[in-house]
Nanobody, 115 residues
Framework: QVQLVESGGGLVQPGGSLRLSCAASGISFSIYTMGWYRRPPGKQRELVAR???????NYADSVKGRFTISRDNAKNMVALQMNSLKPEDSAVYYC?????????WGQGTQVTVSS
């Protein structure tokens, strides 16, 4: 059974930082492309960042230079370091594991950026 469990969300002030983590089980983690997506209030889910098995990364333009995705294959974990957070970063953040036609999702963690 595939499980992706996110943690690290919460309330933070503008300009602050948060680190999201996702623990994966039930998959051959190292061969999967891992990603972070988010769903802002009233909007569709959108890509935030992805990291593939070769450690190549891509980011949404809106988070470039502020967010960093990383993975630890030994621990089956992927992280998203979020700095200089803005109110528009508020969303439910989802971890994903992708390979070919298969795509698995976590349950999501809420991030709220507000003063």
């Amino acid at each position: 059974q595939v499980q992706l469990v996110e943690s690290g969300g919460g309330l933070v002030q503008p300009g602050g930082s948060l680190r999201l983590s996702c623990a994966a089980s039930g998959i051959s983690f190292s061969i999967y492309t891992m990603g972070w997506y988010r769903r802002p209030p009233g909007k569709q889910r959108e890509l935030v960042a992805r990291i593939d098995s070769g450690l190549s990364t891509n980011y949404a333009d809106s988070v470039k230079g502020r967010f960093t995705i990383s993975r630890d294959n030994a621990k089956n974990m992927v992280a998203l370091q979020m700095n200089s957070l803005k109110p528009e970063d508020s969303a439910v953040y989802y971890c994903s594991a992708e390979i070919g036609p298969r795509n698995y999702w976590g349950q999501g963690t809420q991030v709220t950026v507000s003063s």
